[in-house]
């Protein structure tokens, strides 16, 4: 009651102050699974990536805390464009001193860069505007030409030290999944992914392909309806009713000392997995396991492709994503952008042409009728006597 009151009065002082409260978690992705509408989220998100902003957006966020700057400069920031052009309220590098005193669900309240709690003002960060994202665009293209040399360096150097992935060197997970000259579709966690698989909607439900979700790619076939014949990837990002639904789980096994950061999780759950060790991403090693089984074309959903979103994702090159294309060759087909291609007609718009296009012989056909044109002639005659 005295936290509300404080709130309150402090509404007739700042006209523009945000109350809600706060949930807070070092990783976006799990602070996603529980955040609700209205409510403030507290990440420590260094460079937010588009992904996590789509997040946000769709569970009905107001405000967003960061504890270190949104932005390093390293690529443009749509991601923040995006989430201010939702109107979005968005205040970074509030210092760490204040993300680890704020406590889960407490009510505090947000005016431009300043963040009252308790009765008083515990941190100030800085507000991003639309006019800083765009100074911060206008740098990242001053130094995008030196960025994507250095990534295209990092790529060839590490691509042959993974090269192993296109000759045959690393060992497959013998999965119960047939993909046997059967369509694949492997959805990812990427920009637009959501739209794109309702997109494709009736391709899923007409070819009726072998499914496979990485990560968090695996809810998104549920929402939509489909149960994941194969979740692949560390489990970071995919619910316990996703994993426990799925025909087959693969957990990636990381060969550069990452270890296997998915399998505690399924042990505890007590799900039956296979193991894949191999370099680079999930989606990579989940594209070779389709062509390798005998895929007959592979349809690719939210996949990485671009510079901005490998620095998103806080990578500094992509050999495992070049050398993963370079095998699979001519069966990937990506399906980023297909609801950007194609819409389809409302069906409210189509409904006038239907009854114009069904009444239009019948009308034809009593305007020349020799009955209907006698009465119509009676009936001026008629219409003449009255006059």
Known sequence: MEKTIFFWTLKRREDNLLVGRVRKDRSTKELLQRIRPGEIALVAHRDLDWTAAEGLVRCGVRVVLNRDPFCSGLFPPLALQYLLGRGLHLVESLGA????????????????????????????????????????????????????????????????????????????????????????????????????????????????????????????????????????????????????QARERVVHAYSDGRGVPGQERLQLLGLDYHLFRAPGTSEDIAMLLAHDLGAALIVAVGAHFSVTEFLEKGRRGMASTFLARLKVGDRLIDAKGVNRLYQPRSAGLLLPLFIAAGLTPLLTMIFFSPVVQHLFRLFIFRLKLLL
């Open 97 to 244: 001193p204040f993300f680890e005193s704020a406590r889960e669900g407490e009510l505090i309240g947000v005016a431009g860069g300043r963040v009252y709690r308790r009765g008083y003002e515990p941190a100030r960060g800085i507000q991003l505007t639309e006019n800083s994202c765009e100074e911060i665009h206008k740098k990242a293209l001053r130094r995008r030409g030196g960025i994507i040399e250095q990534f295209v360096v990092n790529t060839l150097d590490h691509a042959y030290r993974e090269r192993g992935l296109v000759t045959g060197q690393i060992e497959l997970p013998q999965v119960k999944t047939d993909f046997r000259d059967r369509e694949a579709v492997i959805v990812i966690r990427g920009k637009g992914f959501r739209e794109d698989l309702r997109a494709i909607n009736n391709y899923l439900r007409e070819k009726k392909p072998v499914l496979v979700g990485v990560d968090g790619g695996g809810d998104a076939l549920l929402e939509c309806g489909f149960i994941p014949d194969l979740v692949i990837g560390d489990m970071d990002s995919v619910s316990d009713g996703t994993l426990r």
